[in-house]
């Protein structure tokens, strides 16, 4: 008689659990197919202080230069990838942090990396090395200035009008 009461007891103990382990997966299911993750997200600044401060000098020389200033332009709005075997654009998905347009917008003249101590990573240097090797291939201009110079406002005038004036890459 004790052993049926054990083996009843374990049942009943086994169809709760199951009980209590389908109510909380199907709990679980619907707040992941209605997208009710549990995550926070805040907005957050879309210029970095030194991107700003840079901006802020490239803004004040569109009329002398007769161009219109962008920040962070991905490569796959400026570039297409073009005869190859490989379907996928995913180099393309990288950002640039200013680019140089004509006035109408419509043909961009020169992309400039603004490049902090960030940039020495070694992971880092790979993926400039390939947003250059993708600039050069199609036939972009890429600049880069560091944020451990001055960087004054004549001083990147010189340097971008040097790069718009020539024919070859920088």
Do not use: W
């Not at 008689?1 to 009943?12: A, D, E, L, T």
């Not at 389908?22 to 970095?48: F, P």
């Not at 075997?85 to 950002?95: G, V």
Request: hydrophobic fraction near 40%; charge should be neutral; charged fraction near 25%.
């Amino acid at each position: 008689m004790f052993f049926n009461f054990i083996i009843f007891v374990s049942v009943i103990m086994f169809l709760i659990f199951i009980f209590y382990y389908l109510s909380i997966s199907s709990k679980v299911n619907d707040k992941q197919s209605n997208n009710h993750y549990s995550c926070n997200y805040e907005k957050k600044m879309y210029l970095s202080k030194s991107e700003k401060i840079f901006m802020d000098k490239l803004l004040s020389i569109e009329n002398i230069l007769n161009v219109k200033v962008v920040p962070q332009v991905c490569l796959s709005a400026v570039i297409n990838k073009v005869d190859s075997d490989i379907p996928f654009h995913n180099e393309l998905y990288r950002i640039v942090d200013f680019g140089i347009f004509s006035s109408d917008y419509c043909k961009p003249l020169l992309l400039i990396e603004l490049n902090d101590s960030s940039h020495n990573d070694r992971r880092r240097n790979g993926r400039d090395d390939k947003v250059h090797e993708i600039c050069e291939k199609a036939g972009i201009k890429l600049i880069t200035f560091y944020t451990n110079m001055p960087n004054e406002e004549e001083y990147i005038i010189n340097r971008i009008n040097n790069c718009l004036s020539k024919k070859e890459d920088i």
